[in-house]
């Protein structure tokens, strides 16, 4: 099955690193015209060492007038992957303060919100589709030790994405949902150091799969989701987890 996502217009946020930069590389390699948003200047400039091509976009995502102003300048795009999302805080529910909580809501929700809406919005102008893909989490879905801010902003992106599917359909633009398990990223590492668990080993005991993801395991689906082929897709939560959510299993 051929994607085709050749001359495709696409934004990634949080392009800088980790999934978001290699979404953004084989958006590039795929022939797609990639916009890349982050809010680290450095980790933009060697994107476009590297793919001289990408176009960038350095903005803080938690300032909603100042993100929007800078995508209404973009010329309407055939997707979006909405992949920005900050991981800072690992502490009990009973802890969590009202300034942690809004970090995360606007950072890993509000933001994606207003990508959305202002991403969707000219795509209804133009009179054109599109894709738009939330990267989520497992987390969103479980309860998981110390990730109370993260999960339950994950968990609101799920559901805004069911609400943006069901207003955007009638205009041909798909909204779902990739809720990842544990990937190996620099921020997993971290986390893990941060709690203080095992955190690799306890989730390749809870996948029938053997091992947890890799960033290249994400690439496939989301380039997927953001093509023709899933042109009926719309709505969903296309989980990427190696079998994790089938096994009834509880992190001690």
């Given at each position: 099955m051929e994607l085709n996502l050749a001359g495709?217009?696409?934004?990634?946020?949080?392009?800088?690193?980790?999934?978001?930069?290699?979404?953004?590389?084989?958006?590039?390699?795929?022939?797609?015209?990639?916009?890349?948003?982050?809010?680290?200047?450095?980790?933009?400039?060697?994107?476009?060492?590297?793919?001289?091509?990408?176009?960038?976009?350095?903005?803080?995502?938690?300032?909603?007038?100042?993100?929007?102003?800078?995508?209404?300048?973009?010329e309407p795009l055939d997707g979006l992957v909405n992949n920005a999302a900050v991981f800072n805080v690992l502490q009990s529910p009973l802890e969590h303060t009202e300034d942690q909580l809004e970090c995360y809501m606007r950072n890993n929700l509000f933001s994606a919100i207003n990508c959305t809406q202002a991403v969707a919005k000219k795509m209804?102008?133009?009179?054109?589709?599109?894709?738009?893909?939330?990267?989520?989490?497992?987390?969103?879905?479980?309860?998981?030790?110390?990730?109370?801010?993260?999960?339950?902003?994950?968990?609101?992106?799920?559901?805004?994405?069911?609400?943006?599917?069901?207003?955007?359909?009638?205009?041909?633009?798909?909204?779902?949902?990739?809720?990842?398990?544990?990937?190996?990223?620099?921020?997993?590492?971290?986390?893990?150091?941060?709690?203080?668990?095992?955190v690799y080993d306890i989730m390749r005991e809870r996948t029938p799969m053997g091992r947890v993801l890799t960033i290249n395991d994400t690439i496939g689906p989301i380039l997927y989701l953001l093509s023709d082929a899933s042109a009926m897709v719309t709505g969903t939560d296309h989980r990427l987890d190696g079998g994790e959510a089938c096994v009834f299993t509880t992190i001690q």
């Open positions: 495709k217009k696409i934004l990634v946020t949080g392009a800088g690193r980790g999934i978001g930069r290699d979404i953004a590389i084989a958006l590039a390699k795929a022939g797609c015209k990639v916009y890349a948003l982050s809010r680290t200047q450095s980790t933009l400039d060697s994107l476009v060492q590297e793919y001289p091509d990408i176009i960038t976009i350095t903005q803080d995502l938690s300032k909603w007038d100042e993100t929007r102003a800078k995508l209404e300048q973009i209804i102008e133009a009179g054109k589709g599109g894709s738009i893909v939330n990267i989520s989490s497992i987390a969103g879905e479980k309860a998981f030790p110390t990730m109370f801010g993260y999960g339950i902003a994950k968990a609101a992106l799920a559901q805004a994405t069911r609400y943006f599917a069901l207003e955007l359909g009638k205009h041909n633009i798909r909204v779902n949902t990739v809720p990842l398990s544990l990937v190996l990223t620099e921020m997993s590492r971290k986390s893990g150091d941060d709690v203080g668990l095992p």
